[in-house]
């Protein structure tokens, strides 16, 4: 399957929230990420979601906030994951700004050219990317 959302998590559901309307879905990276979802519960039965299983977490790049140098801040938004900037590559308006996890995981993020240069970001340095629980789209493979 092919899919325009840059960012994918692949991984297995480690735990889940249940609710009568929403639900709140953890999936872990085989890097040790954890990625924080909220999805319909009619979703999480209809995909068969459930500790253990294989999941996909997509995130658009637009989508995905960059953070420059350690964070002292806490934020709403349930996923903060820490790593360093491994590539950008700017463009007229945007640039991609690519940042590396621990786990080896590549996250990439689209920011204005100016957000790049406010935020000093660079190859290697310190950085952290933040997204919301309702941006993450989970799939499952068809068995």
Do not use: C
């Amino acid at each position: 399957m092919n899919i325009s959302a840059r960012n994918v998590f692949s991984g297995t559901v480690t735990h889940i929230t249940t609710g009568p309307v929403n639900s709140q879905v953890e999936l872990t990276t085989a890097g040790g990420d954890k990625i924080i979802a909220v999805v319909t519960s009619t979703s999480v039965t209809e995909l068969g979601l459930a500790p253990g299983k294989p999941a996909n977490a997509y995130v658009k790049a637009p989508w995905v906030i960059v953070l420059a140098g350690p964070s002292e801040i806490r934020f709403s938004a349930r996923n903060h994951l820490a790593g360093t900037v491994h590539t950008l590559t700017k463009g007229a308006v945007n640039s991609e700004v690519v940042v590396k996890l621990p786990g080896g995981t590549l996250v990439s993020a689209v920011i204005t050219n100016e957000a790049v240069l406010e935020l000093a970001l660079k190859p290697d340095a310190p950085a952290a990317v933040l997204f919301k629980a309702s941006h993450v789209i989970l799939g499952v493979p068809i068995q």
